[in-house]
């Protein structure tokens, strides 16, 4: 029989064993909703544009082929100096060896010591921080706690592979192909002239992966037409002409035209005349928020139907890795707008953010076609899963 002594003994026990679970579990959920807040903070749309763009009244650009603004002067390769450009770039693994240390990295720390149950908190912050988003780091919990939960604590292999199990499907079934033996043989080169329409913000590296994607494409032989659809910025036809002539490929930038339709429409009727294989069409960088220069995108994409009815073949959005989760914000805007068919993802060289490709595959499920580790043509590579999660995991 139990005393009374004892009866409030017990009971003491039974309220604190309580108030000691209510404060455990209301600690567990508030480093849990800031590690989600914190992850989801997406950085003002504003923040992303270094230079405000010109107003849509600024003095239009009247590009002067041949007589480019530039002081340097473009540096036209010869075909020795291309055969080294295509060569002589890093490995994969090399360029994205930040963010294997921000993913990977941090994970194999935490298992580096003894693991306990709450270690499956520590694994859940890192893929929260690693810009994965926090729809697909949900889905990966689920995997890992049941994975942790079978036993297989100590064993930090049982964890990489349950990842790169997770991270292949997620990008099957984003319709990721693997590459062909061309960095573009996964693009849709089926038209006659294909056209591809290269979209995205301010400074994601548009002009850089059309100057990699034509000098790539010239090299098999094909024959490329750059069409010069950035009508805003002074400076763009210049640039986009120092690519062409490092590519070896033909632009069309017509002198005083300011709608980049117009230069879209153009370029494509003199490629279906002139039997070019593919057309590549630069625009301007463009906030997913201005709601005006996305109309205009639509009249773009309309227009260039007018010529070739299936055309665009390609709309490729650029996105910079280092937007983290504001790449999924611009990706999404877009898509709603022009209609995406793949994703070029640059700058993946140098940032710990290579995380959100992950992230895109699973929300959005448009391609990732291309990666970009670095300025020169040899820096751009063909989005393979395998390689891929070989160079993160
Ligand atoms: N490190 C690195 N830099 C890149 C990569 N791609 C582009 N860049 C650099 O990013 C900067 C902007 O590139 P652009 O090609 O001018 O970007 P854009 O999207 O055409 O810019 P706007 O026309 O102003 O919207 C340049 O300095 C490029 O050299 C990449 O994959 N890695
Ligand atoms: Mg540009």
Do not use: C
């Amino acid at each position: 029989m139990i005393n009374n002594n004892e009866m409030i003994f017990l009971g003491l026990g039974v309220v604190l064993l309580f108030i000691g679970l209510s404060v455990f579990f209301w600690r567990r959920n508030r480093k849990k909703k800031k590690i989600v807040e914190a992850s989801q903070k997406v950085e003002p749309a504003s923040a992303l544009q270094k230079t405000e763009l010109p107003p849509v009244t600024a003095e239009p650009f009247k590009p002067e082929l041949g007589k480019t603004e530039l002081k340097v002067q473009p540096k036209v390769e010869s075909k020795e100096d291309l055969k080294d450009e295509f060569t002589s770039s890093k490995t994969l693994k090399q360029a994205l060896s930040k963010t294997e240390e921000n993913l990977w990295g941090r994970i194999r720390h935490l298992f580096s010591s003894e693991v306990a149950q709450k270690n499956i908190d520590d694994v859940e912050e890192v893929l929260y921080t690693s810009d994965l988003g926090p729809k697909t780091v949900e889905l990966l919990m689920k995997s890992v706690q049941a994975e942790l939960s079978r036993g297989e604590k100590n064993n930090i292999d049982s964890i990489k592979n349950l990842l790169r199990r997770e991270f292949q499907q997620i990008f099957e079934k984003s319709h990721v192909q693997e590459p062909g033996p061309d960095l573009f043989s996964h693009l849709n080169l089926s038209g006659a002239p294909s056209v591809w329409l290269v979209v995205g913000v301010n400074g994601v590296g548009k002009t850089t992966t059309i100057g990699k994607l034509a000098a790539h494409l010239a090299k098999q032989g094909k024959k490329v037409l750059v069409a010069a659809g950035d009508t805003f910025r002074a400076a763009a036809g210049s640039q986009l002409k120092v690519w062409t002539d490092r590519a070896q490929v033909e632009i069309f930038s017509p002198p005083g035209v300011t709608d980049p339709s117009a230069v879209g429409f153009d370029a494509v009727q003199k490629a279906k005349a002139q039997n070019y294989d593919v057309v590549i069409v630069d625009t301007a960088g463009r906030l997913h928020t201005q709601v005006n220069l996305m109309e205009e995108l639509k009249k773009l994409k309309r227009v260039l139907t007018k010529v070739v009815p299936e055309a665009p073949h390609e709309v490729l959005i650029v996105l910079d890795a280092n937007s983290g989760q504001n790449a999924l914000a611009q990706a999404r805007e877009f898509h709603s707008s022009v209609q995406l068919t793949g994703v070029v993802l640059t700058k993946m060289d140098g940032t710990a953010k290579g995380g959100v490709a992950v992230g895109l595959a699973n929300e959005l499920q448009i391609p990732i076609r291309l990666i970009g580790v670095g300025e020169k043509i040899g820096d751009l590579r063909a989005f393979s899963t395998q390689e891929f999660v070989d160079s993160i995991l």
